[in-house]
């Protein structure tokens, strides 16, 4: 076996377990809207189960309905009986598949809003949150409400246990109810549930020992942001205090995590932070407890998986969105087949998603939150498809319809597939994306698909491949843009200097390159450009706190970090370019022109859907579908997803099921 330490037994208190391998707890909305589980987030969590994982943790779940939801709706709860059956369903769904089941229990505290809770969020102190997901101004919990709060935890693990969980983890990660009591910034109490270390360490541990007493001899996890990354927060120096007293109190294991609603770019890392970054904390705490670590956070590859648990730096490793993108790891793993895994690559689609309290989905795993749909099956067979365009969403129908049966043709004017998938790889820092990029490249070898590259898709051309429907992804182009003067100067498209088609004359501090759009596109390929030595005036209308607005909240805050800090960079904001003179630009900004020198122009202001191919082949006597950017211009995730759907359409549609018989 490739990876004899991730895949060695192990066992947490009494309960056995078949590997090291955790599917992390998150949140997937797929609850009913009374917070009861659904048979989608039974198929959720059962596919990954299936997928060989040792042990499941089921998403927070709410152990206080009245003031213990967070500010997303709906969360699963456990604080009465009547969820009994659901969370029943859903463990024996678990452990029928192979895989232990637990269960994280979570109270929000001030982590939440009044408009979800119908009253004011409650926390230690009235300590108002500002953070870039959530605002709020809790008011500061009585004594008597305290200890009823410990109570329902011990009451919600009492359910678990009942129903059939194999072990409970207390959620005291990530800015909740438990991490607020001890974090110095938050509770501000003088009496005996804060003032100082051990008094604000009492919540947590009366917490820990009423679930002890509540579960008996069944293991207890606690997840613990071991560093809040905050001035005056919590450190790891202070969690290797902490740690060790939960431990004595009742806890058997520590799956370390980091951050709150402050930071959440520590809880969720974005594309630029490295993987296994959170090791040498677990070992830390692994060290000062003497008790099995859990170790969470941008664990993407089972060689660095492996690697760490030999290291002894911690026991088991977390998967989170490793098992969104492909829920399959385990198991590819386990068989030598880790090259199939889809690699997540850090993109936080699936935040974006599940923060705007959609269900959880994965740019790269369309049927991620959709596990109820039915399987792609050979429904194409006999039939011929053709797919224009070999970006993201271009490969993903291609390969889907390969799936079906059908015979593809896949047409690519360019010398290579992957298209605005290399566009976004390039830059900095986004390297991740080009593991998705080769897993695709590897995907297409496999498959039936007849790829012809650097051939353009006319309509005669596609013709000739007879098709009984044809997937027009043929992207995006430039908008529009209305410049005066004919200059003299190199003029492209950013997009064009990203996949490698564009070579740009010297730069210097006094002529730079200029690229016009301040977006996630000119941001990026400022960056790229300024690391290849370039210097860069980068040219936007819209103000210079509006840069790279669209881009991923949490990647976005360290591209700006970094953007700032970068002295070949310049940033002209709320500026027109409106004409190229000679080896001159015009910005017009604040009502004065300015003609600034510039080496080369990238123009990067905006993207429309490219709709010439799906107009030129509207003759054709088949369904024309185009998806992704060829509709409207989106993230990779959005292109994948269309591909799925059209797929799982033209299975409905070519099943043509009757609705009635008579
Ligand atoms: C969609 C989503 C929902 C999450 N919900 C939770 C949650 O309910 N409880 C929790 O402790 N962590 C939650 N997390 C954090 C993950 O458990 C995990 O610690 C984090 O994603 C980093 O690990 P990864 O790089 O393997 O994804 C969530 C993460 C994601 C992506
Ligand atoms: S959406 Fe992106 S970050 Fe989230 S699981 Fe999928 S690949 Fe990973």
Known sequence: MDFPHLFAPFAIRDLRLKNRIVMAPMESHLGNADGSVSKEAIAYYRERALGGVGMVVVEYTCVDGQEGFSSMAPQLRLDSPFYRSGHGKLAAAIQSAGARACVQLSHAGRQSRESVLGRQPVAPSAVPLSSLYLNAVPRALEADEITRIVRRYADAAALAAQVGYDAVMLHGAHGYLLQQFLSPLVNRRDDEWGGDFERRLRFPLEVVKAVRAAIGNMPLLYRMSVSDFIDGGLTIEDSERIAPRLCEAGVDAIDISCGSLDRVDVIVEPMSIEEGWRLPMARRIRAATGKPVICAGVIRRPEMAEAAIEAGDTDMISLGRALLADPLWPNKARMGRAQDIRPCTSCNWCIKETGGNRGVSCAENPRCGHETD????????????????????????????????????????????????????????????????????????????????????????????????????????????????????????????????????PSSPERPILIYGGGETGTETAEHLAKQGHHVLLATRSDAAMLARN???????????????????????????????????????RGETRRQPAAAVLLAHGLVPDTTIAEALLDLPVPVVPIGDAVRVGRIGEAVRDAYRCVQDLRRTIYQPEAIAC
Do not use: C, M
């Open 551 to 589: 881009a991923e909240p949490l990647y976005r805050i360290h591209l700006l970090q970094r953007l700032r800090a970068n002295a070949a960079i310049a940033v002209a904001d709320h500026s027109l370019l409106t004409a190229i003179e000679g080896d001159h630009v015009l910005l017009e900004s």
């Open 374 to 505: 039915p399987p792609i099956d050979a429904f194409g067979r006999g039939l011929r498809a053709v797919v224009v365009g070999a970006g993201p969403g271009g490969i993903a129908a291609a390969l889907l319809l390969d799936q079906a049966g059908f015979a593809v043709t896949l047409f690519e004017k360019r010398g290579s597939a992957g298209g605005n998938l290399i566009t976004s790889a390039t830059p900095p820092n986004k390297e991740k994306l080009f593991w998705y990029h080769d897993f695709l490249q590897r995907r297409l070898a496999a498959s039936g698909v007849d790829l012809r590259l650097g051939t353009e898709a006319t309509a005669e051309r596609v013709g000739d491949e007879r098709p009984d429907v044809v997937v027009v992804a043929g992207g995006s182009r430039l908008a529009p843009l209305d410049l005066g003067g004919a200059g003299g100067l190199p003029v492209h498209p950013a997009f064009a200097l990203l996949l490698g088609d564009v070579e740009l004359p």
